[in-house]
């Protein structure tokens, strides 16, 4: 009799320590159900709910990017945890390692290892959200630095540095019209090398096929010509424009592409 | 093949069989007769002396200790000084460019996900032999960071429990399968990994290389848990990490064995043992051969090895010399 009741309160005991131990692995579901899991992943990142199932949680690919814009999500992201993100506004990704160095570093294909270039990706698209804000559409260039001294963020100048990015505050501009969001535009630069005969590598596939932003003409504005960006078919969504803005908030943010399940805000 | 047998039952949570003693070898017979005998107060006086140093021996816990910081901090290093010696996490990561995949990350991503991908297959074999070769549950004790936080977490358990302000519930040794089983159910039917969301491993491993997040919140109830309520919980009734390289380690050459003739059953290596079922064995009239496998459920850790005062539990790699 003794015994029987010692084995039933283990068993009870056991059921409880089970149960908690599986409650709180499932409760890791709420974050993804309610769409808390608001991230940008990185370039080969496959729709949401296959990356989730695929993504190892190693961070090999946070290790290989040289301007470190991948991240890694906590706990508060449930079945997400340990996954990389990419936060466009601190750091964007600009494709400066050219040859998708997280996509070759994923041991598991959560970044689908079927794209090798820069245009292939299909992290988000940009959207001109606030064009009020924008200073070209005022009418003004923009002298000094784009976000200011204490951004952290980097980019790779390939004029100044082919191997190295540099930190943005160490880059003063001095434009007659605000173009920021053309001019550091990853695709952008790429088309304009490969115009100029000199593609990125010397591959010709570094190429990309389709422009991904331009900044349109709007007509006059207080005396001076005025122009608003025009996201094209080509953008990949990267962040880029995003991240340099020097508008607060900024002009352009990335949002979810179709298809990806991944809502961004 | 029935020492397997038994060897993969008590891996599962059975309660270890009281072998026939009309089973045993004839030596062990022998052994067993001879051992029998009373012992004198003189001898009791000299073995407990023995017993107070070897209870103070720490050669294989240093040892360890050591190897579960360099791994980790090799991590940590080869990202932070980007000596990229061991690139990404205890999930997986590449040694000099080669790809090692942690079995059950593996094993949950592989069900999730329902495809693999050659990189991580490589890497999921060259980790099966690895810790095949060393033992299994040897990464437990050898490599995981929870490992060592629990460890220390124990030793003030002990002391706690010793002047009564902490508790020792016990479980049954079969949560753990059970939590196998559905963690594997679930992660097949749903398409996430849902152990990883709370896997201590995963967790510290990536604190100490990517930095700490709130994650660790989850790790500090877990040895909180352990500290005042129940010994050494996570690793011996909960972790499915352990009961994969268990599984892997079964048949794995690398044993701690048992020497019945020189022990005097005292049962000193149960007190120290992380799983002490492991060394029903060792109690009087229970072993069968003179020399017997410590079944696979044994992380390796060498605390037995290190306390037994009449070295009767030793390391032995099977197929090499003594």
Known sequence: MLKNKTTRRTFLKSLS???????????????????????????????????????IKCGQCIQVCPVEAIKVADITDGFGIGTPFIEPRDQACDFSCDGLQCVLACPTGALTHHINYSHEAEMAVAAVVAPEQCIAAQGKGF????????????????????????AINEHPYDLESCELCVRQCPIEIRIDMCEAGNPPSGEERQCPPEPAIRMKEMGIVNG???????????????????????????????KERPGSGRILI | MSKLKESFRTLFGGKPGKPDPANFSDDAKVIHERQSGKRTADFKEEFGRTKETSRKNTYWRRRRWLVIIVTNLLF????????????????????????????????????????????????????FIMWWLLGGRTFCSWVCPYHILAEWA????????????????KFDRRTRTWLWIIFAVFAFLSGYTVYETISPTGIISRALIYGPGLALLWVTLILLFEIFFSQRAWCRYVCPIGLTYGIVGATSPMKVQ?????????????????????????????????????????????????????????????????
């Open chain 2, 154 to 169: 124990e030793i003030l358990h002990v002391k706690l429990y010793k002047k009564g302000w902490a508790k020792n519930f």
């Open chain 1, 17 to 55: 320590l089970g149960a908690a131990v599986v409650g709180a692995a499932l409760m890791g579901i709420i974050p993804v159900i309610k769409g808390w899991v608001k991230k940008m992943r990185p370039p080969g990142a496959l729709n949401e709910k296959e990356f989730l199932a695929s993504c």
């Open chain 2, 258 to 322: 048992y020497h019945l003739d020189s022990c005097h059953h005292d049962g000193e290596c149960r007190k120290v043992c992380l799983v002490p079922h492991v060394l029903e064995v060792t109690k009087a009239k229970r072993a069968d051969e003179p020399i017997v496998d410590i079944p696979a459920d044994c992380t390796r850790c060498g605390r037995c090895v290190e306390v037994c005062p009449t070295d009767s539990l030793l390391f032995k790699f099977k197929g090499l010399g003594s």
């Open chain 2, 76 to 127: 940590v290093l080869s990202y932070k000084l980007d000596i990229q010696m061991l690139e990404g996490a205890l999930t997986g990561s590449r040694f000099v460019g080669f790809h090692l995949a942690d079995l059950n990350a593996s094993l949950q991503v592989m069900l999730a996900f329902k495809q693999v991908l050659i990189n991580l297959l490589i890497g999921t074999v060259t980790v």
């Open chain 1, 143 to 166: 002298k000094g630095l784009a976000r200011g001294n204490d951004f952290e963020g980097k980019l790779r100048y390939n004029e100044i540095d082919r191997w190295n990015p540099i």
């Open chain 1, 224 to 254: 001076k010509k005025a122009f608003l960006p025009e996201i094209l078919d080509g953008c990949v969504g990267c962040g880029v424009c995003e991240m340099i803005c020097p508008a607060e908030p900024p002009v352009i943010v990335m």
